[in-house]
């Protein structure tokens, strides 16, 4: 089955740095690829996706990139601004008719004003 | 507004007892599923269902079970909790079809005493 490693696990970042988080695939098949926030006692809300037929995909101050010769994918998030200290969470999918989400263990993003 | 309710949000409950975490969508969509995730780390599946009538186990392996008996309706029960079946429960949904958003509720915390 699908396995997805994520890193860092703390991200500690001074307010306006940038911040990247990567995450690896194990499953060549796999085509959808979110990443989700969770704030501290809230519900994970998803931030941006992508799909393997998709390089780079930008919204604002987030980006992601794939690379699926190398099966890894990253989140990228610019002039970072308290507001964005959270647990991150990327997962990788199957299109094959069902939505089987494998998750990575989380990257704690800690933004410094 | 459309939207994943469960309930309980918070729950403490002693050993043996028999409970059940109730999850409505109102999204509309056919799939649903339920991810079990201790605090700050990553979300595993345990169960999920395509529609009405169908159930299926996840990739953690949970002693709770489930029923779909209402399209916007998924429980979750566990027979007899015991202190290890302490964890956070996220209910969530998605439309029918491969890499579309999947939708989280906002957690039942369950506490075994």
């Known amino acids: 089955g699908e396995n997805v490693e994520q890193h860092p696990s703390t991200l500690s970042v001074q307010e306006g740095d940038s911040a990247v988080i990567k995450c690896t695939y194990s499953d060549s098949a796999s085509n959808y690829f979110p990443w989700y926030k969770q704030e501290l006692g809230k519900r994970p809300q998803l931030i941006i996706d992508?799909?393997?037929?998709?390089g780079e995909k930008k919204d604002q101050r987030i980006a992601v990139t794939l690379n699926k010769t190398a099966k890894h994918f990253s989140l990228h998030i610019t002039e970072t601004q308290p507001e964005d200290s959270a647990v991150y969470f990327c997962?990788?999918?199957?299109?094959?008719?069902?939505?089987?989400?494998?998750f990575g263990t989380g990257t704690r993003l800690l933004v410094s004003p | 507004e459309a939207d994943i309710y469960q309930t309980p949000r918070y729950l403490v409950i002693g050993t043996g007892k028999k409970i059940t975490l109730e999850c409505s969508q109102t999204?509309?969509?056919?799939?649903m599923y339920w991810y079990q995730q201790d605090p700050g780390m990553e979300l595993h599946l345990i169960h999920y269902s395509y529609g009405v009538n169908s159930t299926e186990k996840g990739d953690l392996s949970s002693e709770s079970t489930v029923s779909r008996i209402r399209t916007e309706h998924f429980p979750l029960t566990l027979e007899s909790a015991r202190p290890s079946h302490t964890s956070q429960y996220l209910c969530?949904?998605?439309?029918?079809?491969?890499?579309?958003?999947?939708?989280f509720g906002e957690g039942s915390w369950l506490t075994v005493v």
């Open positions: 999204m509309g969509h056919d799939k």
């Open positions: 992508i799909r393997s037929n998709v």
């Open positions: 997962a990788a999918s199957r299109g094959t008719g069902f939505q089987k989400l494998v």
């Open positions: 969530a949904s998605s439309e029918h079809g491969s890499g579309n958003t999947i939708y």
